[in-house]
């Protein structure tokens, strides 16, 4: 055999090896990392520590609010106090007008009393004139007998009367005068003192009032402060709980797809020395050099769907491609796929992959819409490994892809990339998953 022959030979055992399934991609993608157990313990450690400190701040913060709510409460009550001390400072101040009118009038009977007692006086002094011009006799009886006639002595009775009732009066009126000013001015004095007090206590109180209500509105702000901060604090620990979940989530489910990398490998070896014995026994059941590698067992179970869906990870996405059996060569769609090639590609879209990954289940349509109501539909919120996920609007589905559990699946994404482990993206994702087995 030619040297040269001889070389393509050799290089096509090598490619053989290499790739194992014909030009469609590697029989096998390279191994995903693998965590250890301690870089799982450690991310499950600090998210516990995570969810532990929310806890003790989300009960911080409970505490904080609950006093700022008692505070609120006292700071209500405060003003109500305030409002209070003012209605009373208004009512003594109003008193205390009151009492200056009542003075002021106290202050005028008290000086008509000074005018009556200055009249009885006068009166006095009228009295005591006439009497010393009567003479020593007026009011006795000799100025009777000394009337020159009847009529001169009626005369004389009547003015003594007169002046008797007269004098009488003036006294009464003098003492009644002084006990009236006395009495008055007491009054007056007394009122004034009354009104003074009212309202020093009425400004006192509203002085106080103040100041609790400014200390209780200081203590809220303080609080509201606190709470802000502690708000602060907890949704920034949140952020480090959500972080660390992801972290532990992600290396959850790179361990999951190392295991099922593990998995498959094992099958691909054991398919191999399968062929490679029936090749050196001469068995007519083995497969020509160079020819279409052994497909993932099309097993009924969830977990022969997803290492169906696995084995073809780093395959490229052609448009239309894919089916039961395995890759397909794309077909044109006059856009996007035509751009970028597909229909020179051999490989899976979306819905091609699923068809291939469930084939061992039934036998799917080659539309994702129709994939959507091909099982039973379940609530994301219960959504579980295995399940298909749908994207899509009021125009229609347009994706695909197959839960791995872990907030993690496998699909065909676009033109241009190839069929790929994701994060669940929930952005335009359909509120149900479909089940097929289970």
């Known amino acids: 055999m030619p040297s040269g022959r001889r070389g393509l030979t050799v290089s096509t055992l090598a490619l053989v090896i290499l790739f194992g399934a014909g030009g469609t991609g590697l029989a096998a ?3 995903p990392p693998n965590p250890s157990d301690s ?3 450690s991310s499950k450690a600090q998210a516990n520590a995570k969810a532990g400190e929310v806890g003790r701040l989300t009960n911080q913060l409970a505490q904080a609010e609950q006093k700022l709510s008692q505070l609120q409460d006292d700071v209500e009550l405060k003003q109500e106090e305030a409002n209070k001390a003012l ?4 009512s003594a101040q109003d008193a205390a007008a009151q009492a200056e009118n009542d003075a002021k009038a106290a202050r005028t009977q008290a000086d008509a009393a000074a005018a009556a007692i200055e009249k009885a006086r006068n009166d006095l002094k009228t009295f005591a004139a006439a009497s010393f011009q009567q003479g ?10 000394s009337a020159d006639s009847p009529k001169d002595m009626l005369a004389r009775a009547q003015l003594l009367d007169a002046v008797g009732g007269d004098r009488l009066n003036a006294l009464d009126r003098l003492q009644q005068a002084q006990t009236d000013k006395a009495n008055k001015d ?4 007394k009122a004034a003192e009354i009104a003074q007090q009212k309202q020093d206590a009425a400004r006192q109180a509203k002085d106080g009032a103040d100041a609790a209500q400014t200390a209780a509105v ?4 303080s609080q509201e402060s606190q709470n802000s901060a ?16 992801a972290k532990v989530n992600g290396l959850q489910g790179q361990r999951q797809r190392y295991q099922d990398w593990l998995a498959q490998k094992q099958r691909e070896d054991d398919e191999r020395a399968r062929q490679a014995a029936l090749g050196s026994s001469g068995g007519g059941g083995g497969r020509p050099s160079g020819g279409p590698a052994p497909s993932a067992p099309a097993g009924a179970s969830i977990e022969a769907v997803i290492a169906r869906a696995l084995s073809k990870l780093g395959m490229p996405y052609a448009w239309g491609g894919g089916n039961a059996s395995g890759a397909t060569r794309g077909i044109r769609d006059g856009g996007v796929a035509d751009r970028y090639g597909d229909y020179n590609k051999i490989g899976f879209d979306c819905s091609g992959l699923m068809i291939y990954a469930f084939a061992g289940v039934t036998s799917l349509p080659h539309y994702s819409g129709y994939q959507y109501t091909s099982g039973r539909r379940v609530p994301l919120s219960q959504m579980r490994r295995g399940d298909m996920l749908f994207y899509g609007g009021a125009g229609g589905i347009h994706h695909v892809a197959l839960y791995l559990g872990g907030g993690q699946m496998v699909e065909a994404p676009q033109s241009g990339l190839r069929v790929r482990v994701a994060p669940v993206r ?6 149900y998953a479909t089940r097929l087995i289970g």
């Open 29 to 31: 993608p390279p191994p």
């Open 39 to 41: 870089e799982l313990n």
């Open 87 to 90: 209605v009373d400072l208004r």
């Open 136 to 145: 020593s006799t007026v009011g006795s009886l000799s100025a009777y007998l």
């Open 186 to 189: 007491s009054a007056a004095r």
């Open 218 to 221: 200081r203590a809220q702000d």
């Open 230 to 245: 502690l708000q602060a604090n907890k949704s920034s620990v949140e952020q480090q709980l959500y972080a660390a979940q």
């Open 426 to 431: 929930y952005g335009g994702i359909m509120p």
